[in-house]
């Protein structure tokens, strides 16, 4: 079988197109609200044939996978049988304490795509059921703003990423509304210094309107936000109205290893304030990544760069469907690095 995604404004609309595409003998693999619940995304399944090969399928076969974020993905020639595949994802969701809808989802998606070897499979569901764009390291005409709760890394981030884009040459902007926490200000002041960036602050709308406006010849400006209580109406008013200051994305610092459940509902939030992309951070220190695939689905959010290390010069790295698997297995990324430097291996690249 093989699986292919549909996206509309209604599950209507959606389930029309799955079957004037695939017909009437099409399953429904997963369903997933868009963009903030403007839009769905429906995932079905159908019975390969010669037609659907030449026209339709855009999921590779096994040994043919292809990644656009990262390198070429090599893996081994043998596999596992199917029982030993949904074995093996079952226990690494189970590992990562995944919500019972997700974990569903993975494994109808891995079981329809016919791929054998865990991982490869992995990597195939996590493609059709998230979604991946990493942000742009060139001139930007909004600003991004880092918002999330209490401790989730926003201000780490906000250093990281225009640290990153002082690297690539580009003139940046850094303006903060934490003008209240002890220490908000002078944190993110020691990164900026070093950085020879100048860091406006911000402390209403209006005054983020004029510190945006007086950056305006940056290529790229990030605000970075005080944390704010996901479930406090009145702190989440405040920082809605920030967010209409100007042209600006707001991007949800989240930390790895929270629970799911509660992962899921922090996402749904501020997904209602428009947030639409999640940046998961804490990486190297979470053991148990459920809450972040509870937080993308809960939040129909995208997944942008993660922060993986408390280092700013070590920066940000790029979330895709390989690398979300990677983390979920590390022991599959072990595996493949150990047999990428044995060149006398048989192997088989996709690029």
Avoid: W
């Avoid at 989730?152 to 981030?157: C, I, S, V, W, Y």
């Avoid at 209602?272 to 940046?279: A, D, F, R, S, Y």
């Amino acid at each position: 079988m093989r699986l292919k995604s549909f996206y509309a404004k209604t599950m209507t609309e959606a389930m029309q197109m799955v079957r004037d595409t695939l017909g009437e003998d099409a399953v429904i693999v997963a369903t997933r609200e868009e963009n903030g619940g403007k839009a769905v995304r429906v995932t079905a399944a159908v019975e390969q044939s010669d037609h659907y090969e030449e026209e339709f399928a855009y999921l590779p076969a096994r040994g043919e996978l292809s990644d656009t974020t990262d390198e070429g993905l090599m893996f081994e020639e043998d596999t596992d049988s199917e029982s030993e595949m949904l074995e093996k994802l079952t226990d690494v969701m189970l590992r990562h304490a995944v919500p019972e809808e997700i974990i569903d989802q993975i494994i109808s998606c891995a079981t329809v795509i016919g791929l054998e070897q865990a991982d490869i499979a992995l990597i195939a569901a996590l493609e059709h059921l998230f979604s991946y764009k990493t942000l742009p390291v060139k001139p930007e005409a909004k600003a991004y703003m880092l918002v999330g709760q209490p401790g989730a890394g926003k201000t780490l981030a906000v250093a990281k990423l225009a640290t990153r884009a002082v690297m690539n040459d580009l003139r940046v902007a850094v303006i903060t509304t934490d003008t209240v926490r002890a220490g908000g200000y002078e944190q993110l002041a020691a990164f900026t210094k070093l950085l020879n960036v100048k860091l406006r602050r911000a402390s209403n709308p209006q005054e983020l309107r004029d510190a945006i406006e007086a950056s305006s010849s940056a290529d790229q400006i990030f605000i970075d936000t005080a944390g704010t209580n996901p479930f406090n109406t009145d702190e989440m008013r405040v920082l809605a109205k920030l967010m209409t200051a100007g042209n600006i994305e707001p991007i949800l610092a989240m930390p790895a290893g929270a629970d799911a459940d509660e992962s899921g509902e922090i996402a749904r939030a501020y997904a209602t304030l428009g947030v639409t992309k999640m940046m998961p951070t804490r990486l190297d220190i979470a053991r148990r990544l459920g809450g972040l695939l509870a937080a993308a689905h809960c939040g129909s959010l995208i997944f942008a760069d993660a922060s993986n290390t408390p280092k700013v010069a070590d920066g940000l790295i790029g979330m895709s469907p390989k690398r979300l698997a990677y983390l979920l297995m590390p022991e599959a990324a072990k595996k493949q690095k150990r047999e990428s430097v044995q060149p006398q291996k048989e192997t088989v690249f996709a690029g």
